[in-house]
Every structure is written in structure tokens, then in C-alpha cells.
């Protein structure tokens, strides 16, 4: 190899970036201290934006295509470097390719459980979670603003603020939406919706464009969720007697299919018996005390004729106590609504009980 050749070969002739991962987002081209050949080819790829810099200055940035390296397609690299017409030197300048391709399927979830009160279950706390898409919009602004000078910048050192920001607003959204706990499902779509509006512009201070946002899953502690779960197991079996038995009916006949021959069929009948008499007893059981819950009814007003006048009316305590003073004996007419006439006490049987609690009249004294 000659000494010219030498020469060329420390001269870059072609500039371009294969891009071999899934988040790169920026990549610097290495040229280990190599000139820029004037008129070298720059190749930008579909998706792809080459943004010169010349001494930390921002200078010409290319969108897709095929470039030759003149004056005429480097303005501002020609007016930085001063370069008079004619120009055909290499040149030295750092050249930074931004993948402006939608970063798909980045995930977002809150750290800790976000506090907030429903009107049912009251102060609850819950986690969410979802995902999201980005892409470079404004290459220039986010190499100022987020990459500097980094060589190899990768999704992974954005995400986390992006996260941040997306939480905090996805919390102060649903805290102030008042939607009920249990119709945060049907809401996923305007959620994402409204948190899509409200940090889509605050991305776009970085000069990303925030393309996609979904929320996929509210989630409730799991002592809620049991909660919500025994709720609906009620209201799926309806009327509990019912279901028991329904239940007990099933394991009749299922006792009754025991494939053990006459044997088999005859403890399944004797089970079958015995879960019957069972339901019996406990339907009986539950009769009884019901039964002995209810107190009987009050004894009705009655009016009392005492000496040819129309008393009264009287309650069950007043009739005990006249009863019990002979104000009222077996004797006495009384009457309420509903009897044809008035009738002697004593032939009233719920008013006939009470001279049973009457002291017998006293022995005669012996003088």
C-alpha cells in the first residue's frame, strides 16, 4: 500500500448506523479520530435522523436519505467553519443518528398503593399498571434537553422519568374523577384517554412524542377483592334455602347412583335418608324458633258494665287487676269489638285465663 493510499484510508468516505438493538434511541458514529472525507456518503435510514455537531454547537441535521458532503448540503457546518468556496478539505464533526421509531410496549405501574375513597367500600388502596409508546419527535430538542453528549443513549435512561410523570398524573386523574371502585373497569378506555391528553404535552418537552397510552389493570387488596368475590357467590345463589336445598336433593341422588351393587344402593338410600331427615330436622328447627320469636298477640280492649254503666275500655294488666280486686268476676259482662252481645267474663277464654291468677276468697273466722 502506497503512502496516498495510507492516507485515504484514515479519511471517512462513508457515514451510516445499522441499528443492531430494540432501544437505542441515540447512537454516536465512532470514527476514532478520522477525518470526514469531503463529499463522503451519509446514509439516514427510514426512521432514522443525523444530527450534526460541530465543537458542541448543533449543526446541520439530515432526514432520510442519501447525502454527499458538500458545502451545498452542510450549510450551517460551512458557516461555522468558515469555509470559502472551493472548499474540498476533510473536515471533523461528531454525528449523532436518533431512531425516530415508535419504542413500543414500555411498562408503567405505580410503586406503591395509591389512597383514595369510594363511596362504597370507603378509603381504599389500589395499584395499576399498563403500558405505553414514545418516539423522538424533535431530534434536536432531546439531544439539548435529555441525551447531551451521551454516545449510546437507550430507552432505559428516560423510562424512569417518563414513569414518574405518567404515575403522578394517572393518580391526580383518578382521584379526581370519583368514579366507583367497582366501575374502574368500564372506564379503562376514557382513562387512558385522559392521561393520554394531559402528559402528552409534557413529553413533548423532551422532544418525545407520546403515541400510545392503555391502562390494563386497577387492582384491589386482596381482603377487598374476597369481599367483592363472597358478594357476588351471594348473589349468584339467590335464596339460601333455596340453594340448600337444591344442594341437598343433588346429594339424594347422587347417593342413590352409588355403583355398589344392592349394598351400595342400600347405604345410598340410608344416606339419602339421613340427609332428608336432616333437611326435616333443620327446616323444623329453624320453624320452631321462629316460631318462638313471635310473642303473642296483646289481649284486646274490652268494655266492663259495672252497676248498669258502660266502663272501659280496659286492657289485659287493668282486666288482671280488677280480676284480681272482684271488680270483675265470672260473672260481669263484658264486650269487645266483633262479639254479637255482651257476654259473662267467664265465658270469654282469653279473658276466663285471668281469674285463674285470682286468690280463692278467705275462710270464715272462727270466733
Known sequence: MGLLDKIKGEFIDTIEWMDPSEDTMIHRFERYNNEIKYGAKLIVRESQVAVFINEGTLADVYQPG??????????????????????????????????????????????????????????????????????IKDAIKFIREVAGTDGTFTTEKITEQL???????????????????????????????????????????????????LVENISLPPAVEEAMDKRTSMG???????????ETALGIE???????????????????????????????????????????????????????????????????????SNQLTKDTLIWKAGMAAWTAAGQVPEVAKLFGQAPPPLPPQIP
Open 254 to 324: 347422587e347417593a342413590a347412583k352409588n355403583p355398589g351393587g344392592n349394598a351400595g344402593a342400600g347405604i345410598g338410600m340410608g344416606m339419602g335418608f339421613a340427609m332428608a331427615n336432616q333437611m326435616g330436622q333443620n327446616m323444623n328447627q329453624n320453624q320452631n324458633v321462629n316460631q318462638q320469636n313471635i310473642a303473642p298477640p296483646p289481649l284486646a280492649q274490652f268494655f266492663v258494665a259495672v252497676n248498669g254503666q258502660q266502663t272501659g275500655p280496659f286492657g289485659e294488666q287493668q282486666l288482671a287487676q280488677m280480676a284480681q
Open 66 to 135: 442519501i447525502y454527499s458532503l458538500e458545502t451545498q448540503n452542510m450549510p450551517i457546518m460551512t458557516t461555522l467553519k468558515g469555509w470559502k468556496y472551493g472548499f474540498h478539505s476533510p473536515f471533523k464533526a461528531e454525528v449523532y443518528f436518533c431512531n425516530t421509531k415508535n419504542f413500543t410496549d414500555q411498562k408503567w405501574g405505580t410503586k406503591n398503593p395509591i389512597m383514595m375513597r369510594d363511596v362504597e367500600f370507603g378509603v381504599v388502596r389500589i395499584r395499576a399498571f399498563g403500558n405505553y409508546a414514545f418516539k
Open 163 to 213: 414513569k414518574d410523570i405518567t404515575i403522578t398524573r394517572f393518580t391526580n386523574i383518578l382521584g379526581a374523577s370519583k368514579i366507583p371502585v367497582l366501575d374502574l373497569a368500564s372506564n379503562y378506555n376514557d382513562l387512558s384517554k385522559f392521561v393520554f391528553d394531559k402528559i402528552g404535552p409534557e413529553f413533548l418537552e423532551y422532544g418525545i412524542e407520546l403515541t400510545k397510552f
Open 236 to 246: 349468584v345463589i339467590g335464596n339460601l334455602n333455596a340453594f340448600t336445598q337444591y
